[in-house]
């Protein structure tokens, strides 16, 4: 039988709320989420790991976690880009969420131009859902992926975090690299 995966689970106070941070025995980030969305994010960990697939404890995430986050939050935006993650999830939702953290800070680009990035322009739908699978919001920023009409379109964490993030990141104006 294979090996419980063993996660921690820290909070972190935000301007927009509390942060869930869940990282692994090496530090990694596998999930990042709202309080306000825990059960959607223990859906989330059950559906990559399986229901018995791993355990979830509280404990304090890594310093260097914490830092870049708090960092990202007072301003320094860059802080979170090389937070290491690992994930589960097929290997077309790990392209999309590869291809997520490539789209700079403070711009936005639609799920067309995302599918099209990864080379399967016609996977909108197929892009749309693995950004909505992504279990490391914020740090895999799908939040900077709008619609095609450059409106605010769903976003895990609720329509009012996404827009506040996208101001944060833009000096409270939001670019749309499609423009």
């Not at 404890?57 to 304090?60: G, I, M, R």
């Not at 329509?159 to 827009?163: D, G, L, Q, V």
């Given at each position: 039988m294979p090996e419980t995966l063993r996660l921690f689970l820290d909070r972190l106070d935000t301007p927009i709320g509390t942060m869930l941070i869940v990282t692994d025995g090496e530090g990694n980030l596998r999930a990042l989420d709202w309080s306000d969305y825990e059960?959607?994010?223990r859906a989330l960990l059950r559906r990559h790991y399986g229901e018995h697939g791993f355990s979830l404890?509280?404990?304090?995430a890594p310093?260097?976690?914490t830092r870049a986050l708090q960092q990202y939050f007072a301003g320094k935006l860059t802080a979170i880009d090389a937070l290491p993650v690992k994930t589960a999830g097929t290997p077309f939702q790990r392209e999309v969420w590869d291809a997520l953290r490539k789209i700079p800070c403070g711009t936005t680009t639609s799920y067309a131009e995302l599918?099209?990035?990864i080379g399967r322009p016609a996977a909108v739908r197929a892009v749309g859902s693995a950004n909505g699978s992504n279990p490391i919001g914020l740090v895999v920023p799908c939040h900077r992926v709008i619609g095609s009409n450059g409106a605010l379109t769903g976003y895990g964490g609720g329509?009012?975090?996404?827009?506040w993030l996208l101001r944060h990141e833009s000096g409270a104006r939001v670019t749309n690299r499609l423009r």
């Open positions: 059960t959607r994010m404890e509280a404990a304090t310093p260097r976690v599918a099209a990035q329509i009012h975090r996404k827009s």
